[in-house]
């Protein structure tokens, strides 16, 4: 049996070790981040000069598939932008990644309608601007365009 002492830490000793390792919740733009990302898993095998970075490696299914996975994961950290556009900005986002070709597919915020995607400046260096999520959203270089 253990002693007394110990049992009593151990709820606290799980508390810390939830807030500081775990996932705390507040990530904003989650089903904002994996719908557009979805979006852009789709239309990759329409466009061959877009590569998907990082090189998703899959078993099953197909690299659209397996794309989405990998969104579905990445984009538990949220938008980088930390606020959710609501619907109707990322449905008409959705709608240009969809309709508006292999540029908006690899860089999103270049088209007018997801330019919410642009993080606000910092006023550091800079950083990839065609990250939606914090996790990197890479079905970005589009090579030659």
């Known amino acids: 049996m253990l002693p007394r002492a110990l049992l009593l830490a151990l709820p606290l000793a799980l508390a810390v070790a939830g807030a500081v390792g775990g ?9 904002a981040c994996k719908s557009i990302e979805e979006a852009r898993c789709r239309q990759v095998p329409n466009c061959p000069n877009v590569q998907v970075s990082p090189p998703i490696d ?8 397996a794309c989405i996975r990998y969104y579905d994961v990445a984009c538990a950290h949220g938008l980088a932008v930390g606020v959710d556009p609501g619907t109707s900005a990322v449905n008409a986002c959705v709608t240009a990644i969809e ?24 006023g550091a260096d800079g950083g990839d601007a065609s990250e939606t999520g914090e996790a990197g959203s890479d079905a970005g270089d589009a090579a030659g365009e």
Request: with cysteine; net charge negative; hydrophobic share 25%.
């Open 99 to 122: 309709n508006d070709g292999c540029g908006v597919v690899a860089a999103p915020e270049s088209d007018p309608a997801c330019s919410w995607l642009e993080p606000p400046d910092s």
């Open 58 to 65: 899959y078993t099953s299914g197909s690299a659209t598939d």
């Open 23 to 31: 996932c705390n919740g507040n990530a904003v733009g989650v089903d």
